[in-house]
């Protein structure tokens, strides 16, 4: 069982020099646009990098869980992640998801996305397997120290993978591994965030909230920002409850966040991760369908989200 006292962390190595002043805002984890044979549509991928950089995003995340990455070889990856790079061209950072069941896999692909110039990777426990809290370490430990020069983000996501990092674990992380400086939370568990940020303050590690619903709560808990699935449809709106919250503006952030929510919490009743194209596709951005098994949401669920887009003025004229 890993400790939880402070004293544990007076040894901690953090270096001072890695600069992570860029982690904040709002990071998408950017859809994977797919042709009808299930091919990269590399043109409509670079379109929408270019319209959510125009839209306001301070970041990217290439292949969170709404990239399908769980769907891609390693060698589309690579050519997906050059390809993101070429269009960014260091507007915003640009984050690498890696989310693969095997260690050796994931050190794999955290090399190959450091060679490529990352700006940090982001790291989700292991799905289908629960291991335990001994081997999770191990498993995070050891990718993290396979690109000790780049920034890592640790990626909680239990309603996916079927558990949950610990406190405890994110701390010893947090002041024990140099290169680990922050971590997305996905629980929609305010007080798991909340508490992710006040254990590790003293570290000015930087959390992420991951639930779009929660945005505006997570920032009055000390979220430097948010990964945001729903800035693939509408990232101006979303981020000016950012904009508006860091001006000072929090009752517009706030409004903001509740016009948002209804759009998302309709997502639900979509399976994962189709609503998110589907939306995109209805305000015009031509992203595709999600690979098979997924398919597009059914006609009676599109005309909720047409109605929801329709009211929040978010559909061309």
């Given at each position: 069982?890993?400790?939880?006292?402070?004293?544990?962390?007076?040894?901690?190595?953090?270096?001072?020099?890695?600069?992570?002043?860029f982690i904040k805002?709002?990071?998408?984890?950017?859809?994977?646009?797919?042709?009808?044979?299930?091919?990269?549509?590399?043109?409509?991928?670079?379109?929408?990098?270019?319209?959510?950089?125009?839209?306001?995003?301070t970041g990217l995340l290439v292949f969170g869980s709404n990239g399908e990455f769980y769907m891609l070889e390693e060698d589309e990856m690579e050519t997906i992640l050059g390809i993101a790079l070429d269009q960014v061209k260091?507007?915003?950072?640009?984050?690498?998801?890696?989310?693969?069941?095997?260690?050796?896999?994931?050190?794999?692909?955290?090399?190959?996305?450091?060679?490529?110039?990352?700006?940090?990777?982001s790291i989700l426990q292991p799905m289908f397997l629960k291991p335990t809290e001994a081997e999770l370490k191990n498993h995070l430990v050891t990718i993290a120290e396979s690109v000790p020069n780049t920034p890592v983000l640790l990626y909680n996501n239990p309603g996916r993978t079927g558990y949950a990092m610990s406190q405890n674990l994110v701390s010893w992380m947090a002041h024990n591994i140099p290169n680990v400086v922050?971590?997305?939370?996905?629980?929609?568990?305010?007080?798991?965030?909340?508490?992710?940020?006040?254990r590790n303050a003293d570290v000015d590690f930087k959390v992420f909230c991951g639930k779009d619903t929660l945005i505006y709560a997570g920032l009055c808990v000390g979220c430097v920002g948010a990964v945001t699935s729903t800035s693939n449809f509408a990232p101006a709106l979303i981020w000016s409850i950012y904009e508006k919250y860091v001006s000072g503006d929090l009752e517009g952030s706030k409004k903001a966040q509740f016009a948002l929510n209804p759009l998302r919490l309709q997502m639900d009743s979509s399976s994962f991760p189709v609503a998110t194209k589907d939306y995109a596709n209805l305000v015009g951005r031509q992203v595709g369908d999600s690979m098979l098994p997924n398919m597009a949401s059914p006609e009676s669920q599109m005309k909720i989200f047409t109605q929801l887009l329709q009211d929040e003025g978010l559909l061309p004229r």
């Open positions: 069982m890993l400790q939880s006292s402070s004293d544990l962390y007076q040894s901690r190595k953090k270096g001072k020099s890695m600069d992570t002043s805002g709002i990071v998408p984890p950017i859809v994977t646009p797919f042709t009808k044979d299930e091919k990269l549509d590399e043109v409509s991928f670079r379109n929408q990098i270019d319209w959510m950089i125009e839209g306001g995003i260091k507007r915003v950072p640009v984050y690498m998801g890696i989310g693969a069941i095997r260690t050796s896999k994931c050190v794999r692909l955290a090399k190959m996305a450091e060679k490529l110039g990352v700006q940090g990777i922050g971590m997305k939370d996905s629980s929609g568990d305010l007080t798991q965030t909340e508490e992710f940020v006040r």
